[in-house]
């Protein structure tokens, strides 16, 4: 397990318990650092000013925002004055339909972990959420921010979704009028029937960071790294819609086979 990134607790009513926060992902492929092309060496950032060009010590450092043709240096105090965020409480605001928050506005995952002393109404609050389908909204800060989420129960944990803002959230771009032919709709619709099926995410392999990884393991061994296949070009196989449609779909029965279905479990924990 991971160290905690966050410790406070979930407020509710007059109940609180008392959690620590766990990132959910976790990077498992190689990281490329920035490096002198000639001996390797890494390339250092240093922090210096455009006006003068002189190197700044982090204690010199401030916030600034700008202004027209100035900048507004914002400090720490006065940050301080900002009103108060409760820094480690979760304050739970509302309880909604998880339909009602769409998958959109989700940001980032994190696992909530109670301590002992406030194991039971983690377990009734986790339970309650589960069996009703719904999503509780909170405020909470990290960073120094104040953060929208929404806590879900997710199997045998509670999951805290951070989500953006709503005046974060772009408007979509305009989308054309809905195709009015019925038999190009309904031969859409049984390409989408036949490649109808559980979602397997262990099925789904990082294949861009394993071949990053034999290229490094290669060079590294000093063995000659085999070029990689391009990709296929499909944009040019448009043709006729519906004779593209039709061959979709006997292709993807063909793939699947003609008596697969989904089982259509619902993830997470089951009320």
């Not at 105090?77 to 108060?84: K, V």
């Not at 739970?92 to 339909?99: C, G, K, L, Q, T």
């Not at 002992?116 to 986790?126: D, E, K, M, N």
Request: hydrophobic residues 40%; glycine residues 4%; contains cysteine.
């Amino acid at each position: 397990m991971p160290a905690a990134i966050w410790s406070g607790t979930i407020s509710f009513g007059l109940v609180s318990v008392p959690v620590q926060l766990y990132p959910v992902s976790r990077d498992t492929g190689p990281t490329l650092h920035t490096v002198h092309a000639e001996d390797g060496g890494r390339i250092r950032q240093r922090r210096v000013c455009e006006l003068d060009r002189a190197e700044v010590p982090l204690t010199d450092i401030a916030r600034g925002y700008p202004a027209g043709h100035d900048v507004v240096v914002v400090t720490d105090r006065d940050l301080d004055q900002l009103p108060a965020v409760a820094r480690h409480v979760i304050a739970i605001e509302a309880v909604v339909p998880e339909d009602q928050v769409d998958l959109i506005a989700y940001r980032r995952s994190y696992y909530t972990a109670p301590q002992q002393a406030g194991l039971r109404p983690y377990i009734l609050l986790r339970d309650a959420l589960a069996r009703s389908r719904r999503l509780a909204v909170v405020r909470y800060a990290m960073r120094e921010r104040e953060s929208l989420a929404v806590l879900r129960a997710r199997e045998d944990v509670i999951v805290l979704e951070t989500l953006w803002w709503d005046d974060e959230i772009r408007t979509a771009p305009a989308t054309p009028a809905p195709v009015d032919d019925p038999e190009q709709q309904a031969v859409m619709r049984d390409l989408i029937d036949a490649m109808t099926d559980d979602f397997r995410p262990e099925q789904y392999q990082n294949r861009y960071a394993a071949a990053l990884q034999d290229l490094i393991d290669a060079k590294a061994a000093g063995r000659a790294v085999a070029p990689a296949q391009p990709a296929p070009d499909t944009s040019a196989r448009i043709g006729d819609l519906m004779t593209a449609l039709r061959a979709s779909v006997e292709a993807a029965r063909r793939t699947r086979g003609p008596d697969e279905k989904p089982t259509r479990k619902r993830p997470g924990k089951a009320a």
